[in-house]
């Protein structure tokens, strides 16, 4: 159980264009989704929580307009990069919780590698 | 303020032992977790630790003293499949997770 899928696992695009990734929590209710970034031997940086049927929460430095995240099932939430530029290229990682154990675990997903020419 | 503080590298021989320290601070704390990721593919839970003491879990045992901000993960009879990067991670009071930037696990023969 708890299985959390993300597509595309891979995308290469040009630059100025937006890319959709979706994130989808196959077997349980996701009531929380966080998104998270990871640049080459570094750490996952959060880029935003997003609760189903609200507006995420985005951590300081990370452009609400730029990375776009919808949560609109409890099981499916999408980031969409607009205008993408070669800065943006990264690993993408989600992360889904149901809010059923005790220290909120999160489940991530395979990730999604970006590359921007 | 925050922060969590990991070994960048480390290398062991296969069959044997290693441990995997982390430091951190914090004024709210709701737990540590370990979590193994290979590379290009995204982290898997290990372990999580809410009390003092060892939590063991096969090969695998973490060990958390709050008093000291001081986790550590121990790994036993090492695996070449066991090269990876180790990140411990720590849930503040707002229930966020604080990374720390991982630890590479190079298993030699």
């Known amino acids: 159980g708890a299985v959390v899928s993300q597509h595309p696992s891979r995308v290469i695009c040009k630059s100025g264009t937006s890319v959709k990734i979706e994130c989808r929590s196959l077997d349980f209710q996701a009531t929380t989704m966080f998104w998270y970034r990871q640049f080459p031997k570094q750490s996952l940086m959060l880029m935003a929580t997003s609760n189903e049927g609200s507006k995420a929460t985005y951590e300081q430095g990370v452009e609400k307009d730029k990375f776009l995240i919808n949560h609109a099932s409890l099981t499916l939430s999408t980031l969409t990069v607009t205008s993408a530029h070669p800065e943006d290229s990264s690993f993408y990682i989600c992360s889904a919780s149901d809010g059923t154990s005790g220290y909120n675990e999160q489940f991530f997903g395979p990730g999604t590698r970006l590359t921007v020419l | 303020g925050q922060n969590i503080d990991q070994p960048t590298e480390m290398t062991a021989t296969e069959g044997a032992i290693v441990q995997i320290n982390c430091t951190y601070q914090?004024?709210?704390?709701?737990?540590l977790f370990w979590y193994q990721q290979h590379a290009g593919e995204a982290p898997t839970f290990l372990s999580y630790n809410v009390l003092d003491g060892l939590e063991e879990k096969g090969r695998f045992s973490s060990f958390l003293s709050r008093s000291k901000g001081y986790s550590y993960l121990l790994l036993k009879e090492l695996q070449m499949k066991d090269s990876a990067s180790y990140l411990c991670?720590?849930?503040?009071?707002?229930?966020?997770?604080?990374w720390g930037a991982g630890t590479k696990l190079i298993i030699k023969p």
């Open positions: 991670a720590f849930m503040d009071s707002n229930y966020q997770l604080i």
């Open positions: 914090t004024s709210g704390f709701n737990g």
